[in-house]
C-alpha cells in the first residue's frame, strides 16, 4: 500500500524514492475508498483524485497510474486534466 501503479516498482526502493524527493505527505491520496451497501454489494476505489476540506482551506490532489509502457507526457496530460476537473469542479460549487 499504496497500490503499485501509484509508488512504483520494484515498490520497497520507490517508497524510498517517495519519502526522499516528496515534499508533502499523500496522506489519503492514493488510498482506498468504498461502500458495503445494506445488501452486501461492495464497491471500492483507489483514491487518485481528492478534496480535502479542513480549517477553511481546500487542498485536492491528483495523479496518474504509472506502469513500466506509461508515456511521461501523455501521463503528467492526464494529470493535469484531472487537476482541470477538480477546479471546475470547485467553480461550480461556488456557484451553487
Do not use: H
Request: without cysteine; aromatic residues 10%.
Amino acid at each position: 500500500f499504496p497500490a503499485g501503479t501509484l509508488s512504483g516498482a520494484p515498490k520497497p526502493m520507490a517508497m524510498k524514492l517517495i519519502y526522499q524527493y516528496e515534499n508533502v505527505n499523500r496522506g489519503f491520496y492514493g488510498g482506498a475508498i468504498g461502500f458495503i451497501g445494506f445488501n452486501g454489494d461492495v464497491n471500492m476505489a483507489i483514491m487518485i483524485r481528492t478534496f480535502l476540506s479542513r480549517a477553511n482551506k481546500l487542498i485536492f490532489q491528483a495523479g496518474a497510474g504509472v506502469v513500466a509502457k506509461s508515456n511521461p507526457e501523455s501521463e503528467l496530460q492526464e494529470v493535469n486534466n484531472k487537476v482541470e476537473a477538480l477546479r471546475k469542479a470547485v467553480k461550480m460549487a461556488e456557484q451553487i
